[in-house]
């Protein structure tokens, strides 16, 4: 389904249902922990808060984040390797503006996040799909799809885990296999772990240690903190790949804007914490309910169910089965933005509330 | 000066001097108008701000563009016309990246905004700067400027009036003369007015009107309303081109921060209203001062001052006299950063507090 039909369909399902139910966006239903939303900051204690930030990040913001990579991945991060951006979207953005050139082909494993394939296009790249989670089953099987793929103009690898869309973790075994392949055909990793904090049955294993030589990882307060609209994340990777990335950044955003950083900031310390804490529980809770109704496995992280729903399109085919999810107000991501994925759909467990979620999970369950 | 080099001598000059003067940015010294900062916007007002925002921008902004759109250019804009960007940077990131492919070249009439030409490149683009304020003197004179640039892979016009660097507004008929070239050779018209609040003289003439079908226009909140930080414009431009623009800022930033735009959005009325008028007061005011001081022309509009040193250069050429201005607090843009001018230089006027600048400005005239 085109981008500008489904539009159409979502148009006319919040028109019309009594009740819309948008499982298709990837979004929470929580507000920010107290003290780190733009309310809390004043020009009083911030003057020139409303002016330009420096293009690398705000000074304390990059301290803390240097900070956290240290503590979390084990690797001497320094400032140098760290870039604050518009989202891990304008992260990836600026990585791939900075280290793709047009024609060059990038490898990305699918399913994927959407917004990657469109990425690579936006910088003339060539968005190469793997299938990787559900189509191989072993470390050597994901080795041999990424070695398959390889030609004489790839140039990087993406791959994202937890994963949108399938709320899987891609195992570290098949994690270390493919970072093998990328390392002995010389290529970039670009590393998506927006859901790093959003892993349900274990810790989340970081992937530039791995590789950190080649690997760049985007990280995102949207996804950790529910604050997705302040467009704030960053980027840590090799310091000669950085200034490449930073030029991009600096030329598609300038830099990211100066309060949402300073809210970043914020967050990163006591009170996002807890807000975490509160926000796995419960994304964990609602995840394994809507995976229990819908007799699916339940996720392992992120905040997405994916389901085959072959069995069930008639000849109308998944457009037929959106429309008629549509007028019971379910509204799903349709399996083609991630891939090449015609019966799949999409469902985000966390965009409101739970106790609607389970509503309109019910209901998409009677249709099943 | 490389960039690199440059950042190095602000850092020095910070660390040794006992009074800076950071001419070389482009930014104000006042706060935003009250009502319309960050502090002003509360989740209890505001539930979900702090979510993403609808990608074309929030409907709400969007019409009060529209709106005003219509009043000042006559023409009958329309919503699928406008797209809410990360800023004007932003925006015509996603212009040149929607319009533009590899090899393709943008004509950039010179002094240009620096950011222009890496943008261009950024999408591996071709900039060719065409020297038109202080190379040509009359409408035939820059027709003529522009029609020898243009080669078979020239495919739009960029040009940046109220201009920065040199605070000089494009004469109606130049601009006239040049819409018709780009007109007959087919171009886009990439027309960046992001200082049409700050015209001394006159009013600020539109380019859309002259050619709406191929003119996509670049405006910003951060210039107008002193909120650069927060990362918020909007490009104007012909319906059928705007699908390609908003593809590339969506795969750039994915949407424009919504509390930026919530603040822009209350800003379009009368308070920020109040505020151009106050500013506009007081940028003419130390502009014509810092003018009269330095023995220049002074500024038509934006909030810079371009000056030639090259009578005051030795052997150490631009870089010697910017280390000169440095050791007295002073730091200026080199002028390369503007295209082919290597002793010319930029001030802004408006970074810090008038009479911060006219005492640094006399320091510099001291220097002249």
């Not at 398959?148 to 891609?170: F, S």
């Not at 570290?172 to 892993?199: C, G, H, K, R």
């Not at 008629?324 to 409101?352: I, K, M, N, W």
Request: aromatic content about 8%; hydrophobic content about 45%; some cysteine.
């Amino acid at each position: 389904m085109p981008g500008s039909v489904y539009s159409s369909l979502v148009k006319r399902v919040y028109a019309s249902a009594s009740e819309v139910f948008p499982f298709h966006v990837g979004d929470t239903w929580m507000e920010p922990a107290a003290g780190c939303r733009m309310e809390d900051l004043s020009v009083a204690e911030h003057p020139g808060m409303h002016r330009y930030a420096p293009v690398a990040g705000l000074p304390g913001l990059v301290d803390r984040i240097v900070e956290r990579q240290r503590a979390r991945t084990g690797l001497a991060v320094e400032r140098s390797e760290v870039l604050v951006t518009a989202g891990a979207t304008g992260g990836l953005g600026a990585v791939v503006g900075g280290l793709v050139a047009p024609g060059d082909e990038v490898l990305i494993c699918a399913p994927y996040w959407p917004l990657i394939a469109g990425i690579v296009r936006s910088f003339s790249g060539v968005a190469v799909p793997v299938p990787l989670i559900g189509a191989v089953d072993s470390a050597q099987g994901a080795a041999q799809a990424i070695r398959a793929a390889c030609t004489e103009r790839t140039v990087a690898l993406y791959v994202n885990t937890p994963n949108n869309p399938t709320g899987r973790i891609i195992p570290a075994d098949w994690m270390a296999a493919m970072v093998d392949v990328a390392t002995s055909e010389q290529l970039w990793i670009f590393a998506d772990e927006v859901y790093e904090d959003y892993v349900y049955a274990a810790e989340h294993r970081y992937v530039r240690p791995l590789a950190p030589e080649r690997t760049l990882a985007a990280h995102s307060f949207s996804k950790a903190y529910g604050m997705a609209g302040n467009r704030a994340g960053y980027v840590v990777g090799p310091a000669q790949a950085m200034p490449h990335v930073r030029k991009v950044g600096v030329h598609t955003v300038y830099s990211t804007p100066t309060a949402s950083q300073l809210t970043a900031e914020r967050v990163m310390g006591a009170a996002g914490d807890d807000w975490i804490a509160v926000a796995r529980k419960a994304y964990a809770e609602v995840g394994r309910a809507a995976a229990e109704l819908l007799g699916v496995e339940p996720p392992e992280g992120s905040t997405f169910l994916w389901m085959d729903v072959a069995h069930l399109l008639d000849e109308r085919g998944l457009n037929g089965f959106l429309e008629d999810a549509g007028e019971q107000g379910l509204l799903l991501a349709p399996g083609p933005s991630f891939g090449p994925y015609p019966t799949h759909v999409r469902l985000c467990f966390t965009a409101v509330p739970p106790e609607v979620t389970l509503r309109g999970v019910a209901r998409l369950a009677a249709m099943l």
